[in-house]
């Protein structure tokens, strides 16, 4: 009769503990959990529910503690927090992949045949339309000229986005109905002549003279863009993305397909600049759904440093004749500082060339004076000079940078800034310093959307080639613990998302990663060739290798 009590006892003293876990929707476990949170921790298991994380812990810990329908066992393989893009553009993304590919084209020549073959594909097409090419990864490094483009393609009319997005290059045609001539002048942009002609390309404010004739895709062409950038974004692990300029109709676009569940990918949208943008945000205010951010306006101090755009404090090493431009002018870009120092919105300001980030800096101070929480941000700080580094600190800026801009600028920037100029170019280490953190995004489609070519050109500041052995400017390299907090938690911070997500933590939404290969771990080669295995966002799967 005892050993019966004592039977009785022990099942119900199991099924009391059995009852007492708490239920949630999802458990991993058995994984190495990179939580990008404040101490860095590293845990092995998590429970979700309702989108997001409830506890956080070892795996003893989280098993006995939580139950579920849904419990994965991970092996041992490695999980981060969802990767973020805070400067890129994602609408853009969508549009490139509608066009010519001309990335990687090692000439003219080539560029010519990649637009035969996508417009055999697309003979009803009214323009034809393409993007990538880069003049620098040519043999010859001048700028193309129109008379090949007139000889293949007479009768439509091309236009073609430089790599960096800061040149377009023209056929005759396109030209003519731009109405491009040798007179025109443009304040912030330059049309390239020879010979008193316009050669057909068009940098900075002067392409917006074809992009006004240009046809312009519909809203449901946008819906079938957004949502194929989407595909390729969860492809590659990242749960939020930045559109880095975008007019009101393409945000309520984005905010109406977050509502009808179809765009499911986080987005952390700039408003572009300009009087009915500001006239209308600046009433309604910064807003913040689930799915969407809007609290920052993007302006643009100057071009690229590739077009020669960007604005320098001295001439170009390799053209004196230019120190490059501004794109709108100093009382133009404090007025709209002002407004924006008023409001509570963000400040994002495009700036690649010393002068430019000369200027936004010292106008950011003007209005914001000390240290702050307002969160400013330079986008690019692409070239800094020596005396500059510090108003990051003084001002409370955070330095918005893409750490494949070094690894892709690196064979003819000194060309542009000169041996020592050039020295404070890409110094993500000397940025980071200046207030403990840097967020890292990609600029895709300037480059390409995977995040782990950013981390590793961050870590090892070589390309994907391995050029140059020993890396480009070692000094400014940063350890892999800061290249993922770059992209999860600090990029989080940059875009105020940073109590919602960033890191996994209990409380905080469940987007996470899972990855076949331990990015901490493995050799610095081998990143950009880590496997995207699973993609959560909210506690949902939405991408499985």
């Known amino acids: 009769m005892l050993y ?13 503990a059995c009852s007492s876990k708490k239920n949630a929707d999802l ?20 429970a979700v529910k309702d989108g997001k994380f409830l506890a ?17 066992d991970l092996r ?54 393409g993007r990538g090419w880069d003049q620098n990864d040519w043999p010859d490094k001048q700028f193309p000229t129109k008379e090949k483009l007139d000889a293949a ?27 491009v001539t040798r007179n025109t002048n443009v304040p912030g942009g330059e049309i390239m002549l020879a010979n008193n002609e316009p050669t057909g390309v068009l940098i900075d404010n002067a392409m917006g003279l074809a992009r006004r004739v240009m046809p312009q895709p519909d809203a449901e062409d946008k819906e079938r863009m957004l949502l194929a950038a989407q595909r ?29 569940n179809k765009l499911k990918i986080r987005d952390y949208v700039m408003v572009s600049l300009g009087e009915p943008n500001l006239d209308y945000y600046l009433k309604r205010g910064p807003f913040q759904t689930d799915r969407l951010t809007v609290r920052s306006f993007k302006l643009y101090a100057d071009g690229a440093l590739g077009s020669r755009g960007a604005c320098l404090r001295k001439p170009y090493t390799d053209r004196p004749e230019t120190g490059g431009f501004l794109l709108l002018s100093p009382k133009e870009l404090e ?30 101070g003007k209005l914001l004076k000390k240290q702050n929480g307002r969160r400013w941000r330079i986008e690019h700080a ?38 020592v100029r050039v020295k404070g170019a890409y110094a993500f280490q000397d940025l980071m310093k200046q207030n403990g953190l840097i967020a890292f995004g990609s600029d895709f489609p300037v480059e390409a959307p995977n995040p782990l070519y950013g981390f590793h050109a961050a870590v090892a500041r070589v390309d994907a080639k391995g050029f140059p052995a020993g890396g480009f400017q070692m000094e400014n390299a940063v350890d892999r613990a800061s290249a993922l907090k770059a992209m999860t938690s600090w990029a989080a911070y940059a875009n105020f998302e940073d109590h919602l997500r960033g890191s996994i933590e209990s409380g905080k939404q469940a987007d996470f990663v899972v990855l076949q290969q331990d990015i901490m771990k493995i050799p610095a080669p081998e990143i950009r060739g880590a496997t995207v295995l699973q993609t959560w966002i909210g506690g949902e799967k939405l991408f499985q290798k």
């Open 382 to 419: 692409q070239v800094v000079s020596p005396d500059d580094f510090w108003k990051f600190n003084r001002y409370s800026v955070i330095p918005s940078v893409q750490p494949t801009h070094a690894t892709s600028d690196m064979y003819w920037a000194a060309d542009r800034l000169g041996p």
């Open 4 to 16: 019966r009590y004592l039977i009785t006892g022990l099942f119900l003293l199991s099924f009391a």
């Open 153 to 179: 393609f007479p009768n439509i009319p091309v236009c073609l986005t430089r790599i960096d997005g800061h040149a377009v290059m023209l056929n005759s045609k396109a030209l003519r109905l731009a109405g």
């Open 335 to 364: 007025r709209a500082l002002t407004l924006l120092a008023q409001s509570e919105f963000q400040a994002n300001t495009h700036c690649i060339g010393d002068s430019a980030n000369h200027l936004i800096l010292d106008l950011y």
């Open 232 to 260: 390729v974004c969860l492809s590659l692990g990242l749960t939020t993305v930045s559109d880095a300029g975008l007019d009101r109709k393409d945000i309520e676009l984005v905010e109406q397909l977050h509502k009808d």
């Open 76 to 129: 041992g393989q490695p999980v981060y927090p969802g990767f973020y893009d805070p400067h890129a553009h994602f609408l853009g993304l969508g549009q490139m992949l509608d066009q010519a590919d001309l990335v990687g084209t090692a000439s003219f020549d080539e560029v010519i045949q990649r637009l035969k073959a996508f417009h055999a594909k697309n003979p009803t097409a009214i323009w034809l339309i």
């Open 27 to 46: 458990i991993v476990h058995n994984a190495v959990v990179y939580t990008a949170d404040s101490t860095f921790t590293t845990a092995q298991a998590f």
């Open 56 to 72: 956080v812990g070892s795996s003893e810990a989280i098993l006995d503690g939580y139950e579920s329908d849904s419990v994965t």
